[in-house]
């Protein structure tokens, strides 16, 4: 029987519980699914708290990634708090653990790679998810999507949100947490090496433990190598379990692009044999652990991680009306995702009562229905508002009950975040799918920095001038007619959008007649074929999201083939890789 919840929304069959409230499938007025997680009514006492719950809105319904469950409203109705969730009809990742004990190193590795891109958007919008964990990780056919990424800076608030926190995962729980310290984006990281260590051979590295002692060994010793995982899986685990957070990776978007480069390596990896119980940890004075590196990112300590802990979030002194409100905060947060979204009779958890599906009662502070307003979002439109030069955020608050796709693309000519297109145009019926183009500022890199897995420039160039013009951070290589084809390779690891650059001969070059073909690929396909005769600069201007292995080739077409035309260079000035913070690898700079 649906019930109904504020003034668009209707609540349906139940779909699991836990420590903070229930989740049900429902449905807005245009009978659109969603989930629902409904806090205890014994939670939501403190009207002042609710207020401050709304004012989270803008940041919780923001966040959207295609590896996050998204929060699409919030809503409070007298008694009763709502999140408004996509509805997600796999089980979590703990059901497929549970069903098939191990996965795939490959399959470790993709899934991983997932769940970092994930958080890299939550570390974004200056929230740390605090509880990464194979129950908050949703399935959604073969993709992962990470939920529950609402416990944020306010939860360190409460004294009941950490002890929560620490009884429940202490698995999962990062060593600084554990002596109480604040958490960070690297905090995340280290939660994320113990999902994947559990993956690779069934049970979390410190397991069979008593709370105190997980806790301890979190801070004193690394995990034990389970047999069979394969070396470069266990160099990123490593990396992501080291027990200061200024040596984990950089950032979660640098682990998404390691593993995700990862898994055709691994791809005939065979399966770890499942364990009941971890190998014996080794205390951190027996562990020799060096700077080893992985795909040519140091695995010592890189550069300090992102701090998204915005001033304020320590926790506050205990004054009882403080403590309350921070309570009751921290439970409304800790509801985001929930990780129970849907769950199929697979998932092997506890389905909730069919009974009380939405709280009645309260103990404290009744609130008329009639004198407060629900709060939840406006009318889905149905006509196309103008978004261009909003702040993503903005945006999307402009289109409550749509999920518009986002791109990110460089663009040095709009602020950072803010929308530069839109689709369907502005006044245009909305009939489908709605796309926002975002700008983003490109953080650079010379290609004369970038070591090449293979061949070289043999120029020593550093600056060049084609047809007159100077050009800075130059590479090249002597060549005449007779040049064979020549290449230099690059391994950068998908963290780039674009290589800008000028090619030509340089202006000292001893032949005039010459001609070279230059071609460029990406991962193998031609992206770039054209003739660069002396004299002439060709620009150079590609998209390469996404690539792994670029190659840039040319050979001698034309010219003086009489004799060695030794002093001619072929040049490319000013060459720049273009990426998106967090995207660019710490060091590019890559040998294999």
Excluded at 13 to 30: Q, T, W
Excluded at 187 to 198: A, P, T
Aim: hydrophobic share 40%; charged share 20%.
């Amino acid at each position: 029987m649906e019930k109904p919840l504020g003034s668009r929304y209707r609540l349906g069959d139940p779909l699991g519980k836990g420590a903070m409230g229930r989740v049900f499938a429902g449905s807005d007025e245009e009978g659109k699914a969603f989930a629902f997680k409904l806090l205890r009514d014994e939670l939501v006492e403190d009207p002042d708290l609710v207020a401050r719950f709304l004012q989270e809105r803008s940041i919780l319904v923001g966040l959207r990634h295609p590896n996050l469950v998204g929060v699409h409203d919030l809503v409070v109705e007298g008694e009763t708090v709502a999140i408004v969730m996509d509805l997600v009809a796999g089980g979590d990742l703990r059901a497929r653990l549970t069903a098939e004990k191990t996965l795939l190193p490959a399959e470790v590795a993709r899934i991983g790679a997932g769940v970092a891109a994930a958080l890299a958007a939550v570390h974004q919008a200056g929230v740390v998810h605090r509880d990464v964990k194979p129950e908050n990780v949703l399935m959604d056919g073969t993709v992962p999507r990470l939920t529950d990424f609402g416990i944020s800076r306010l939860a360190t608030a409460s004294d009941l949100g950490r002890r929560s926190l620490l009884a429940g995962t202490p698995q999962y729980l990062a060593p600084e947490l554990g002596k109480g310290l604040d958490a960070t984006p690297a905090s995340d990281l280290y939660s994320l090496g113990i999902l994947l260590y559990e993956l690779c051979c069934g049970v979390t590295p410190f397991a069979g433990q008593s709370t105190f002692s997980v806790i301890r060994l979190h801070e004193s010793a690394m995990p034990g190598r389970p047999a069979g995982v394969p070396d470069q899986l266990w160099d990123v685990l490593t990396w992501l379990l080291a027990k200061r957070p200024a040596d984990r990776p950089e950032s979660a978007q640098q682990v998404a692009t390691i593993l995700d480069a990862l898994v055709l390596e691994l791809m005939n990896q065979p399966l770890v044999l499942p364990l009941t119980t971890p190998p014996p940890p080794v205390p951190l004075n027996e562990t020799g652990l060096g700077t080893e590196t992985v795909f040519g990112v140091p695995a010592g300590p890189p550069s300090r991680p992102l701090t998204t802990m915005p001033p304020g979030g320590t926790m506050p002194k205990r004054k009882r009306r403080g403590a309350r409100v921070a309570l009751i905060f921290t439970v409304v947060l800790a509801l985001l995702g929930g990780g129970w979204i849907a769950l199929n009779t697979a998932s092997g958890g506890s389905a909730a009562p069919t009974t009380k599906a939405v709280p009645t009662t309260s103990t404290d502070t009744p609130t008329s229905t009639s004198d407060s307003p629900t709060a939840t979002t406006t009318a889905t439109p149905t006509v196309m508002p103008n978004v261009v030069g909003k702040k993503l955020a903005d945006a999307q608050d402009a289109l409550p009950g749509l999920q518009p796709t986002i791109e990110d693309k460089i663009d040095a000519t709009a602020a950072d975040g803010t929308v530069i297109a839109q689709d369907p145009a502005a006044g245009a019926a909305i009939g489908g799918a709605v796309k926002l183009t975002v700008a983003r500022q490109a953080q650079l890199v010379y290609l004369d920095s970038v070591h090449p897995a293979s061949g070289q420039w043999n120029s020593g160039i550093q600056n060049t001038n084609i047809a007159g013009k100077n050009y800075l951070h130059a590479v090249g290589s002597e060549v005449e007619a007779n040049t064979d084809i020549q290449s230099v390779e690059y391994n950068i690891a998908k963290g780039f959008r674009r290589l800008t650059a000028t090619a030509g001969l340089d202006d000292n070059a001893v032949d005039s007649t010459l001609k070279m073909q230059l071609e460029i690929f990406a991962d193998g396909r031609q992206v770039f074929s054209k003739p660069v005769p002396y004299g002439t600069p060709v620009p150079i201007d590609l998209d390469i999201s996404g690539v792994l292995r670029l190659k840039i080739q040319w050979e001698g077409v034309s010219g003086n083939r009489s004799a060695c035309c030794s002093g001619s260079y072929l040049v490319l000035g000013t060459a720049e890789l273009l990426g998106l913070p967090g995207e660019v690898p710490t060091s590019p700079t890559t040998t294999s």
